[in-house]
């Protein structure tokens, strides 16, 4: 396979349709973002523990599906979309480790160990994300659960970073106000 073809050389790129559409389109902005959310996953992988490493694989994966998903605005039966079945597996995970985590009381800063701190990181851009689909979802036809899922992966990066830092032994800071 060719890397470099010339076609988005114009400011276009084409949906899985095959239609053209400009790269400022909302729809590849939002699984842009999403690949953005993927690429920082990857930098706090590997953990050095190997249930979180082996749940941000999945999520990894996931995420692909869900940039297949946003960029086919007509899915066949057959092609890869986001189901309530990514979600549950993704609040399964939240609640797994919260479990071993003190509750949390109050904000938290970001940071700690250093794939606690790219978890925080990936969190962020997780959220800028799930924005850029709700923009989408507000103009065009999408898959609703897209957002949903970047909504809970949100929540469990939150979560992951936390439980690195525990199990890192790095307390949490609190802001000042």
């Known amino acids: 396979m060719k890397i470099y073809t010339g076609r988005g050389d114009e400011g276009m790129t ?16 939002a699984y842009g973002s999403v690949d ?12 050095g523990y190997d249930d979180i490493d082996t749940d941000l694989e999945q999520v990894q994966n996931h995420l692909h599906i869900v940039q297949a998903d946003l960029a ?14 990514h ?14 985590l003190e509750p949390l009381e109050d904000f938290i800063l970001p940071g700690g160990a250093e794939s606690g701190a790219e978890l925080h990181h990936a ?5 800028r994300a799930e924005r850029r689909i709700v923009a989408l979802l507000e103009t065009a036809e ?10 809970r992966l949100s929540d469990l990066l939150f979560t992951l970073a936390r439980t690195v830092n525990a199990r890192e032994g790095v307390a949490e800071e609190n802001p000042t106000y």
């Open 14 to 29: 084409d949906l899985r349709t095959m239609e053209r559409v400009s790269k400022t389109d909302k729809r590849i902005e």
């Open 36 to 47: 953005e959310v993927n690429a920082l996953v990857g930098r706090a992988r590997p953990t």
């Open 72 to 85: 086919n605005p007509e899915p066949d039966e057959d092609d890869p979309t986001v189901a309530e079945h």
């Open 87 to 100: 979600v549950e597996t993704i609040e399964e995970r939240i609640d797994g480790y919260d479990a071993e």
């Open 123 to 127: 969190r962020t851009v997780c959220r």
């Open 142 to 151: 999408a898959n609703t659960l897209t957002a949903v899922y970047l909504n």
